[in-house]
T-cell receptor, first 112, second 114 residues
Framework: GDSVTQMEGPVTLSEEAFLTINCTYTATGYPSLFWYVQYPGEGLQLLLK?????DKGSNKGFEATYRKETTSFHLEKGSVQVSDSAVYFC???????????FGKGTRLHILP | DVKVTQSSRYLVKRTGEKVFLECVQD?????MFWYRQDPGLGLRLIYFSYDVKMKEKGDIPEGYSVSREKKERFSLILESASTNQTSMYLC?????????????FGQGTRLTVV
């Protein structure tokens, strides 16, 4: 069935380090892909999205490129900040229905 | 500003009680969802609804039911609460655009069943 797999956390980095959180998906058809972020004590909010192959989503210095050939949507940021500490969820949505399927989440800790 | 509001942030209930979790959205979205979030398991879909009075089972519907009598409101019901339903519950809504748009989430209800 359709699914999302993302790297397990927690991921701990120092401030200004380069970040990659891997995400791969399995889906029949052509999904839209999303990264959501959950800051402590809050609900999820959309970070970025890509709706077709080779699209790049970007927001707040984060980027992810929809790679159909590798079924991946890895999240990257060139220089992380303490305020980026949160849980990050990769997700997909299929155009045959509006169900959203989430990965298990990756907790990110940024040390000052 | 778009908004999804869950009626309670924290809730403590006794085993066997009937529990109602309420969610209201003000964006006129067709789709609404209930997830539960548990450490190591991520978000798991309980039920979703794509229209008033319509509902679809998600991945873990056992022990839950839902009600969507009005477009803006989607209620999750625990018929007889059990300790293994202690969790964070997240409500979300999205427009009916075949997966192209994102979901908007409420702040979550942390339910403890004792």
């Amino acid at each position: 069935g359709d699914s999302v797999t993302q790297m397990e956390g927690p991921v701990t980095l120092s401030e200004e380090a380069f970040l990659t959180i891997n995400c791969t998906y399995t889906a029949t058809g052509y999904p839209s892909l999303f990264w959501y972020v959950q800051y402590p004590g809050e609900g999820l909010q959309l970070l970025l999205k890509a709706t077709k192959a080779d699209d790049k989503g970007s927001n707040k210095g984060f980027e992810a490129t929809y790679r159909k050939e590798t079924t991946s949507f890895h999240l990257e940021k060139g220089s992380v900040q303490v305020s980026d500490s949160a849980v990050y969820f990769c997700a997909l949505s299929l155009n045959r229905d509006d169900k959203i399927i989430f990965g298990k989440g990756t907790r990110l800790h940024i040390l000052p | 500003d778009v908004k999804v509001t869950q009626s309670s942030r924290y809730l403590v209930k006794r085993t066997g009680e009937k529990v109602f979790l309420e969610c209201v959205q003000d964006m006129d979205h067709e789709n609404m969802f209930w997830y539960r979030q548990d450490p190591g398991l991520g978000l798991r879909l309980i039920y979703f609804s794509y229209d008033v009075k319509m509902k679809e089972k998600g991945d873990i519907p056992e022990g839950y039911s839902v009600s969507r009598e009005k477009k803006e409101r989607f209620s999750l019901i625990l018929e007889s609460a059990s300790t293994n339903q202690t969790s964070m519950y997240l409500c979300a809504s999205s427009p009916l655009d075949r997966g192209l748009d994102e979901a908007f989430f409420g702040q979550g209800t942390r339910l403890t069943v004792v």
